[in-house]
């Protein structure tokens, strides 16, 4: 089979440039840089992720609301550190037809600050709470440096989850509940990732504190896949969003924001993909089995039938399968589906029905193996499953083998990946870290660990409070 022009393990920004273009993920050629255009694969894709964050939505009793594009200055300017955060990467709307709008309108590049005036109107009393929503939508933000497919783009494709609370530890509940569904979300996608408490000078614009979902990509760098921010009251304050005790006092709500974006398909792209195209896990695969007809002269008919009955049956199992009867060789269509990163690959051909059995092909390792007929339904499953379990156990292991915690940064310095250094809690050293190893501070673990406190920070020697992580990032 032909294999890209680029090699994942040799030239990974490139080769995932290709594959993304390959694959028909979409075009970048749309006259406006980071603006790309969806193609029907990768949006078909991506509505397959989303339908996983619905999923998880309803079974934590969100509700999906959608709110418009466009938010008057005025609102947006009500809370000072949003606007400082987010202030050079707005879109502005000056004008409406030929007449100067007397207030500039902006497009979203997160939804605070068209939702929180609602939220002031809706909430009235405790029994209002919590409100969760949540919303999936185009976000805008100027990007000035490089755009790269779903990784860097100017337009994105963006989940951001809403809710207010009674007071911080309901809102401490919810970003529990966020961790949750994060982890079970990106269980299905066969992806490991870190959880790591943002540092102050890096938190949300606005937000209390950050949690970032983190995954690490095959070059070594880390991809930001999504937050989940605790805000206290810092915009129920100046967005006057309260409700009445049952006491009949007035209480500031507390707020927690959960985001994601189309980064999750840059992640699956590069975590999953090898030089033949795509890899999909299979829960989120547009088609999870491919079944290609091996026809011969005279049995065709015969061959065609038994796809068509394998591909009803596994309909009926909820399995998403395609027949391929186009008239191509069967190694083009091996080749067209293998870079679409079909997980399964069925060949019927006679001499297998001759056999009453079916050959399958794993898309992740290549095996190949015939089983019979009759029991195909229950192989399928089982091989699916494996694969999920396959994909997950190889990104873990790369994972693990590329996180490193030290105690200097000269051996930081030789390590790819993630570097955990012990840190005493002042920015300046963590700052001064990260220059010397050129890359970010990912933030803290978010779990306890008293083991940090044996050593101290590598920049000015008082003892370390935490350990901080390090890495170069996309
Ligand atoms: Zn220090």
Known sequence: MPETKYKKDE??????????????????????????????????????????????????????????????????????????????????????????????????????????????????????????????????????????????????????????????????????????????????????????????????????????????????????????????????KPYEISYETEGGEHNYCHQTTYGMSERILGALIGIHGDNKGLVMPPAVAPTQVVIIPIIFKGKEKEVLDACEILSKKLAEKNIKSHVDNRDISPGTKYYDWELKGVPLRIEIGPRDLDKKEIILVRRDTGEKKSVSQDASIETITVELDNI???????????????????QSVEEAKNKKGIVELPWCGNDDCALEIENILDGNTLGEPIEDDEECKKYSCPMCGKPAETWMRFAKTY
């Open 388 to 406: 999920s379990k396959s994909l997950y156990e190889n990104a873990k292991k790369f994972l693990d083998e590329n996180m490193h915690r030290v």
């Open 11 to 236: 030239d990974f920004n490139e080769w995932y440039n290709e594959i993304v273009e390959l694959a028909d993920l979409c075009d970048k050629r749309y006259p406006i840089k980071g603006m790309n255009v969806w193609r029907p694969y990768g949006w078909k894709l991506m509505n397959h992720v989303d339908r996983q964050i619905r999923e998880e939505m309803e079974k934590t009793n969100h509700q999906e609301v959608y709110f418009p594009l466009l938010i008057p200055e005025s609102l947006f300017k009500k809370e000072e550190e949003h606007i400082e955060g987010f202030g050079s990467e707005v879109y502005w709307i000056t004008h409406a037809g030929t007449n100067e709008l007397e207030e500039r309108w902006l497009l979203r590049p997160t939804s605070e600050t068209a939702m929180y005036p609602m939220f002031s109107i809706w909430i009235r009393s405790h029994a209002d709470l919590p409100l969760k929503i949540f919303q999936i939508v185009n976000t805008f933000r100027y990007e000035t440096k490089q755009t790269r497919a779903f990784i860097r783009v100017r337009e994105i494709h963006f989940f951001e989850a809403h809710t207010c609370h009674v007071d911080f530890e309901d809102a401490e509940k919810q970003v529990k509940e966020d961790r949750e569904i994060a982890d079970r979300l990106l269980k299905k996608l066969c992806m490991p990732y870190i959880f790591c408490k943002r540092p102050e000078w890096d938190k949300f614009a606005g937000a209390f504190y950050t949690i970032s979902i983190d995954v690490l990509m095959p070059s070594g760098r880390t991809l930001q896949l999504g937050s989940i921010h605790q805000y206290q009251d810092n915009f129920s």
